[in-house]
């Protein structure tokens, strides 16, 4: 199927780099606007005005500049201009080398929307520009001969038709609201007012005709099936059926019709009647598009005309317009806007010819060369040159009101980071990347401009959306937040298919989602207040005012009900994080494990509010959340919303959070801040990035995004040079996956410790060989040593502080099933602290000594040693975890001689283990065998008569094992290993 976009004919490689500057880098350039299709006419005083002095210009070197309008084609395949080209204009009065008074300008200036032109199916469509309502030109007085209207001769060749109609289009669209207020899809007029809307087009110079086109598109937001039957002049030309919206997550639903009917041959009165089933069902307009028949008579002083009826390969069309000889009648052929041709015409009795090659569709402006349009001017703009850009590490776009704050953080990044940060503006990047006119696309081309121009190892890596967004580019809402725009789906019906992502600025490489090669955040401050405050949260996040041993915990924060999915996908992530990073302490806060309360306004979990408010004020690194959300809390409980974090504080030790759920990070309405935004954004306390979706998710989706993210985070071979930027995937492709964003800075470095402590020995017996099993009350004294995470070197320039927590051995937690579908379950957590101490490190080494509390401990399990050190200027973390811990507390030992001479053997066995006792006894003993979880396998009770008791342990599977030795209340303990 072949489309053409109508005025869009030439094609240019999608970058070729042979030019290194912008067309604006020198000269003078006067920026103009237009607002509607049609020839533009500057004259003498114009140029006066903006500044120009004409006397002393060449007329010859009068240019103008720009690019074809309506919106940029969002397809990577499809060619793009690289800079504004030059246009074809006319200059009346140019031969004698001076610009007179009477002299003027005329060129051909094209309003914002486009009509598509299939060519197979003869159909058109209208194609709405989104982003700006104006087409912008950029005006300069050269040093070289400017660009200029060609005469286009008719072709000698025999017409295989002759026009004697023309095609007339009509599109009527007034986006007025957007019901979800999410995507870019906007409404009309509504039906709150009358059940009858009429609209009035003047048609006289039509012609009658059974087969006139029209394509309708009307919306609706009701239960049950209403109707809307559309009149044309009184009669009824159709009844369209209006489809129900259903469910939870409709905001409308679209209903599309079209047919062939009769119409024409005079003005046209079109009537829509909406038969409204319910006081509550709601109604809209969306659009309507009509393809006349229009004779071929010049109506009015400029008129557009095209016709698609002898349109393909080796067709030549003979066009004809009616023409009065005593008026005059030129004739462009604007198919390809930046090089407009004048028709020579040949002159009839009534009428005018001329004959071309119409192997695709032409597009045609005739004029009586009376009366003109007129642009507005702007501004005289600063030269830019975007093009010559040495390509950044990170690139920071932005709007003028926020570039001060955003150059600050951009040399904190080059300070910091060593590497290259630049910020641009908006505004810069619309003049060399869309001619001046707010499109999206120029943001993503511009980004792939710099990153083709750059070598194989310095391609810019992040990007980084310095403002708010909004789902309205146009400034409809009040109080609009649109500084930095956004992507908006096309599909806005409903908000599990309505979503904003700012991965689309990083597509670089493929024809859709899911290609990313750049890291994209967005940091969405309405204000230059905002603005300042989240610049000094950032750079307070490297300060030393971090530091702390808040950087080894996480908290896993889990939905009920689903049949469980929630927490067993949170498990999944726990046992993820337990092998990459086992240095980390993990707390879980699954919902299921606290009392549900049936409260006035419905169930709460009172304490799992608490929960997250204490870790979160005590400090966490990294906190995730999977389960239900929307844009104000997360869980149907209200878990948390936005009321809960004015009792956050922790301004020093700020989190990354992942939200695995609903909308609770979008972005994109000025009438709301979410709760991710708020989480963002709160100033005294609140995350330091945070990654959540912008509109409604499925649970399977999430967890793989998830599970992704959490891979990154915790593999310990990326933590020296990770950035918040590198955790979202950048290959994975789904349409979930479009909806997750960063709010955040990209470039980041995320603050892991810089260095791992390591605990050398125990009790003055080296880690390796140590064995002992510690019993609840015991004293130890540890050694430890900073050390290199690369190559393990002793770090002997490290002087501070150490911090230790013992963390009890794991323990096992049921939940309640609070809920019909939720499955009572027992869950391993491992979040009891025993001791807290801390000591100094000297030179890279320490010596601390604690005392166990005297609490007994039911089994046995391995102590996790939880280490965290600063010094003022860095820091590190580490842990050890298979130290033996349980039996009873500590105390005078009746039979210790005797069960210290106990030998064990062999220590590494197979079927059996041997114990030799020193003597014989008629004391009871009992031998247990524990497993590494602290599970007994084996258990016997014996008074020994002799000296060597043999234990048969058949059927084990490999792996360590505890052999207990219990006389009265002592105990002596072994480490035995299955072979």
Not at 301 to 322: H, K, R
Not at 794 to 814: A, D, E, H, K
Request: proline share 4%; hydrophobic share 35%.
């Amino acid at each position: 199927m072949k489309k053409l976009v109508l005025s869009v004919f030439l094609f240019i490689p999608f970058f070729a780099f042979t030019q290194q500057n912008s067309i604006l880098s020198s000269a003078d350039w006067y920026k103009i606007v237009v607002e509607k299709t049609g020839i533009y006419k500057l004259t003498y005083e114009d140029l006066q005005n903006y500044g120009i002095d004409v006397g002393q210009i060449n007329p010859h070197h009068l240019s103008l500049y720009g690019n074809p309008a309506g919106m940029l084609n969002e397809s990577l395949v499809t060619p793009v201009y690289t800079d504004l080209q030059p246009l074809a204009i006319q200059v009346v009065g140019e031969e004698d080398g001076f610009f007179d008074p009477q002299d003027y300008v005329l060129f051909y200036g094209q309003g914002p929307d486009l009509w598509e032109f299939d060519q197979q199916s003869q159909s058109y469509k209208h194609i709405t520009n989104i982003y700006s309502r104006k087409t912008y030109y950029f005006l300069t007085i050269g040093t070289e001969n400017g660009k200029r209207i060609q005469i286009e001769q008719s072709t000698d060749l025999e017409p295989t038709a002759t026009v004697d109609y023309y095609d007339l289009l009509i599109n009527h669209e007034q986006e007025l609201v957007n019901p979800g207020k999410t995507g870019r899809t906007w409404l009309g007029e509504d039906f709150s007012q009358s059940d009858s809307i009429t609209f009035i087009f003047e048609t006289s110079n039509t012609e009658f005709n059974e087969n006139t086109y029209f394509n309708v598109s009307l919306a609706s937001k009701c239960t049950e099936q209403s109707q809307i039957d559309i009149k044309v002049n009184g009669a009824i030309l159709q009844t369209i059926t209006l489809t129900p919206t259903t469910g939870d997550y409709g905001f409308y639903s679209l209903s599309n019709a079209n047919f062939n009917c009769s119409m024409g041959g005079g003005n046209t009165e079109i009537r829509f009647i909406y038969s409204k089933p319910n006081d509550s069902a709601q109604a809209w307009i969306d659009h309507f598009e009509i393809k006349m028949k229009m004779n071929k008579s010049l109506h009015g002083d400029q008129m557009p005309f095209l016709c698609a009826e002898n349109v393909g390969p080796g067709a030549i069309t003979q066009f004809s317009l009616a023409h009065n000889p005593s008026e005059t009648v030129v004739i462009w052929n604007v198919t390809d806007p930046m090089n407009v041709k004048q028709e020579a015409l040949t002159l009839g009795t009534n009428q005018v010819d001329f004959r071309l090659a119409t192997d695709s569709l032409l597009e045609f402006q005739a004029f009586n060369n009376m009366s003109f349009y007129a642009p507005e001017f702007i501004e005289l703009i600063e030269n830019q040159n975007l093009h010559d850009l040495t390509p950044p590490d990170l690139l920071i776009v932005t709007c003028p009101e926020f570039q001060d704050v955003a150059n600050q953080l951009a040399s904190f990044h080059n300070n910091e980071d060593n590497f290259l940060a630049t910020t641009v503006t908006l505004d810069h990047i619309y003049n060399e990347f869309s001619s001046g006119a707010q499109d999206i696309t120029a943001i993503r081309n511009f980004v792939k401009y710099l990153r083709d121009k750059s070598s194989t190892d310095n391609k810019p890596a992040y990007l980084l959306l310095f403002g708010d967004a909004s789902y309205d580019y146009l400034d409809r809402v009040e109080n609009n937040t649109n500084f930095v725009p956004t992507y908006e789906s096309v599909l806005s019906s409903n908000s599990v298919n309505s979503f904003a992502s700012d991965q689309y600025f990083g597509l670089n490489s493929m024809d859709n989602f899911g290609g990313t090669q750049v890291s994209v955040g967005r940091i969405p401050v309405g204000s230059k207040t905002e603005a300042n405050t989240m610049l000094n949260i950032i750079e307070n996040y490297h300060s030393n005012n971090t530091s702390g041993s808040w950087k080894n915990n996480m908290m896993l924060i889990a939905d009920d009900s689903d049949s469980n999915i929630h927490l067993n996908d949170a498990e999944q992530l726990d046992e993820v994080i337990g092998i990459n990073s086992p240095v980390m302490n993990i707390s879980k806060c699954y919902l299921d494990f606290f009392e549900l309360i049936q409260s006035n306004e419905g169930p709460r979990y009172p304490e799992v509010n608490e929960t997250i408010t204490n870790k979160t004020n005590e400090g966490v690194f990294y906190v995730n959340y999977i389960g239900h959300g929307s844009a104000d809390q997360l869980a149907s409980e209200q878990v948390l919303s936005k009321n809960d974090l004015v009792n956050w504080t922790n301004p020093d030790n700020r989190p990354l959070w992942v939200i695995a759920s609903g909308p609770v990070g979008c972005f994109d309405n000025p009438e709301f801040v979410s709760l991710g935004e708020a989480v963002y954004l709160n100033q005294e306390a609140g995350a330091i990035a945070l990654i959540a979706s912008s509109g409604a998710t499925y649970a399977a989706a999430n967890q793989q995004i998830n599970s992704l993210i959490v891979e990154k985070l915790t593999n310990d071979s990326l933590q020296g040079g990770l950035r918040f930027g590198d955790l979202l995937p950048q290959n994975y492709s789904s349409n979930s996956s479009t909806k997750w964003n960063l709010l955040g800075d990209p470039a980041l470095k995320i603050n892991f410790p810089e260095f791992n402590v390591i605990t050398t020995a125990i009790n003055e017996v080296d880690i390796d060989l140590f064995t002992d099993t510690i019993q609840p009350g015991a004293s130890i004294t540890l050694h430890g040593q900073i050390v290199s995470k690369s190559d393990g070197n002793l770090q002997y320039g490290f002087s501070g502080t150490v911090y230790l927590q013992v963390m009890s051995p794991t323990t096992i937690r049921s939940t309640r099933g609070n809920q019909e579908s939720s499955m009572v379950v027992d869950v391993v957590v491992h979040d009891s602290i025993l001791v807290k101490s801390n000591t100094l490190v000297e030179n890279g080494q320490f010596e601390i000594s604690i005392s166990l509390p005297a609490n007994s401990w039911e089994g046995y399990g391995n102590l996790k040693l939880s280490w965290y050190a600063e010094d003022g200027e860095t820091d590190a973390n580490g842990f050890y975890s298979q130290l033996i811990y349980g039996g009873n507390p500590s105390a005078i030992k009746e039979y210790g001689e005797f069960l210290d001479l106990v030998k064990v053997y062999p220590t590494i066995f197979t079927d059996y283990l041997d114990v030799e006792i020193p003597q014989m006894t008629d004391k009871e003993i009992v031998y247990q065998v524990y497993n590494s979880m602290g599970v007994e396998v084996y258990s016997q009770n014996s008074v020994t008569s002799n000296r060597l008791e043999r234990i048969h342990l058949l059927g084990l599977t490999s792996g360590m094992y505890i052999l207990n030795l219990n006389m009265g209340a002592e105990s002596k303990k072994f480490k035995v290993f299955k072979q």
